[in-house]
């Protein structure tokens, strides 16, 4: 691995003052370190923000969950506020990697690094997150935008994750059995004024599928789904799935997550 | 260079090391502590598991200097006065190991399970586990040492 600078922000302010374009905000490393370590990333600065307070906890209000940034899978897994009011969310971070990977890896570090298989970006979508940044509030149905691209600009800091919570949830998912990423996952929430239906593993990005999710809308039984169609183009095909198997695994976890709400 | 001032197994120590010096170099190389190894390096088969602050983390995916001030635990530092730790004597006593490269992993992982679980089932375990590869044994005995460890702490 290159050298670096490793610095320890006390602060916001001070993070986003120490970063440049040839810096990278270190919160749990589970991504950043091994893509050091494999040569597919080097940074000349490398700052830490897990020790900011501010980053980190999660505070429930009547309408939202709102998550730090630097707060743990672990965290959000085991914390009893989130497992009452939006039980699936728990259930999603107790599912990613393993043990270890969730005590160190954070949910502002999954949704910045936006990987096109990851657990928390279909959360995203489907409880209508809002992302908190240092400058700005971002719907999430603008903020992922490609294959580990965000709306984040350069130096931009994520502080928390706000999410709706909804009247019924659940996420299922098809896991990757070595890294345990999501070959494909789908998270079905239905809110008051209408459902989500995130996707992930799927595509080369998170997105909702407005097809199942107009359905549900109208009809929210998992026999409703069987009459949608969903198109096998544009998915991701490779030695673990098929696009065609894909397609078909939307509509078999669309089904038995509405059936486990 | 970063000075890095942290707990190993309860005695304290200082260290100036290159920033990007991970755990398991400090470790291993520093204070040729070689018990934790390192297998894939890629964070995904767990050799490299110990606890810092009382939770397992995987020693090859975290920089040393990202923890001061935190108190480490390595498979060194779980014997008192000289006896193996029940998690140990369940893996002797069960053959929870063949070639033994995995177990120091598997032994940090095992304790920080237990924890949180004082009664794991089988199920429960090997999920635990998921994060710890071992290519001899085929994990039966792992799960069977890890119970027999609940039944004795």
């Known amino acids: ?261 | 260079m970063k000075k890095v001032s942290l707990e190993v197994n309860g005695k304290k120590v200082s260290k100036e090391v290159p920033d990007h010096t991970l755990l398991s170099v400090f470790l291993r190389d520093i204070l040729n502590l070689t018990g934790t190894h390192v297998g894939c390096d890629t964070s995904q088969c767990g050799a490299c598991v110990v606890h810092v602050d009382g939770k397992s983390i995987k020693s090859c995916t975290t920089f040393a200097a990202d923890l001061e001030g935190t108190k480490i635990t390595t498979i060194e530092g779980i014997t008192q006065n000289g006896k193996l730790h029940p998690m140990q004597e369940a893996f002797k006593k069960l053959h929870g190991l063949q070639c033994g490269f995995c177990t120091p992993g598997m032994v940090m992982s095992a304790i920080d399970l237990l924890k949180n679980n004082k009664k794991p089932t089988d199920a429960e375990i090997r999920e635990w586990l998921e994060g710890n590869i071992c290519r001899c044994t085929g994990y039966q005995n792992i799960v069977a040492a890890v119970k027999e460890a609940a039944s004795k702490m």
């Open chain 1, 1 to 261: 691995m290159k050298t670096f600078n490793y610095h320890t922000a006390k602060d916001v302010k001070e993070a986003s003052k120490l970063a440049s374009s040839n810096s990278a905000y270190l919160a749990g490393g589970m991504t950043t370190i091994p893509s050091m370590k494999l040569g597919l990333a080097s940074y000349k600065d490398i700052i830490d923000i897990k020790g900011i307070k501010s980053l980190s906890g999660i505070k429930i209000s009547r309408k939202s969950v709102k998550i730090g940034s630097t707060t743990k899978h672990a965290e959000v897994a085991n914390s009893k506020d989130v497992k009452k009011a939006i039980p699936s969310l728990a259930a999603l971070a107790e599912g990613i990697g393993d043990a270890q990977v969730r005590n160190r890896g954070t949910i502002g570090g999954s949704i910045a690094n936006n990987d096109p298989s990851a657990d928390y970006p279909s959360a995203c979508i489907a409880l209508n997150a809002i992302i908190h940044t240092n400058n700005r509030k971002i719907d999430a149905d603008k903020f992922f935008k490609g294959t580990f691209e965000t709306a984040l600009k350069s130096g931009e800091i994520i502080e928390a994750i706000e999410f709706s919570i909804p009247e019924k949830s659940n996420y299922q998912k098809y896991p990757n059995p070595a890294s345990r990423y999501a070959i494909v996952g789908v998270y079905v929430a239905k809110h008051k004024d209408g459902v989500n239906v995130g996707v992930t593993g799927a595509k080369s990005c998170v997105y909702n599928d407005k097809n199942i999710a107009k359905t549900l809308s109208n009809n929210f039984s998992s026999s409703a789904i069987s009459n949608v169609n969903v198109s096998s183009s544009g998915m991701n095909s490779d030695i673990h799935a098929s696009a065609e198997y894909r397609a078909n695994m939307i509509k078999v976890f669309a089904k038995k997550a509405v059936e486990a709400c």
